[in-house]
Structures are given as structure tokens and as C-alpha cells.
């Protein structure tokens, strides 16, 4: 069975930082492409970053240049590195697998609130 757990949301100021975590487990996580989603307030979802298994990083422009995706194969886990945080990224972060191009599998999702 698939797991994604996102880890290491919260509240934070604007222009402050947040690392967000994905445990994953049942799959080959090493050869897997993974990415993360978010949502914010009503409005549908967002696909802001993917790294594959060879380590290319992919970027949505709303994100390039203040976010950072990584992954750790031997802890199977997924990371986004999250600097200079604005209240427009307030939204529900979700870690996903990716199988040629698609989200196929989804985390629970975790809160990311920027705000003063």
C-alpha cells in the first residue's frame, strides 16, 4: 500500500522559512518521480514542484527562485525547502507520486498558513 506523510507545516511570517516533509513507503521510491501540490482557499490545485529520480528539479514560476525541492533515497523522503513565504502561499500542501506526467498517488496534505 502506498503511503505519502507530509510533515512540518504551521504558521509562519511572511518572508520566513518552512521545511516540509514526505515519509514514503510501498513503492520503489528511488525511481519514482515525486512532486508537491498545494490548494489553496478556494481555489483548485496547484502543481508546484517535481524532482525525478535522477535528481532534476522542475519548478512552478510561482515558486522558482523561493522553493527547493529535494529527496533523500535512503530515508525515502521528499522535501520542500520553503524561503521568503508569502501570504499568497497560504495553502494545503500535498506530496504526490508522479507516473509520465500524472499524479497517481496522493498525501493527506498539511496546513502552510503565511500570515502576520
Known amino acids: 500500500e502506498v503511503q505519502l506523510v507530509e510533515s512540518g507545516g504551521g504558521l509562519v511570517q511572511p518572508g520566513g522559512s518552512l521545511r516540509l516533509s514526505c515519509a514514503a513507503s510501498g513503492f520503489t521510491f528511488s525511481t519514482t518521480t515525486m512532486s508537491w501540490v498545494r490548494q489553496a482557499p478556494g481555489k483548485g490545485r496547484e502543481w508546484i514542484a517535481a524532482?525525478?529520480?535522477?535528481?532534476?528539479?522542475y519548478y512552478a514560476n510561482s515558486v522558482k527562485g523561493r522553493f527547493t525541492i529535494s529527496r533523500d533515497n535512503a530515508k525515502n523522503t521528499v522535501y520542500l525547502q520553503m524561503d521568503n513565504l508569502k501570504p499568497k502561499d497560504t495553502a494545503v500542501y500535498y506530496c504526490?507520486?508522479?507516473?509520465?506526467?500524472?499524479?497517481?498517488?496522493w498525501g493527506q496534505g498539511i496546513q502552510v498558513t503565511v500570515s502576520s
Open positions: 524532482i525525478y529520480s535522477d535528481f532534476r528539479e
Open positions: 504526490a507520486t508522479m507516473e509520465g506526467g500524472i499524479i497517481d498517488y
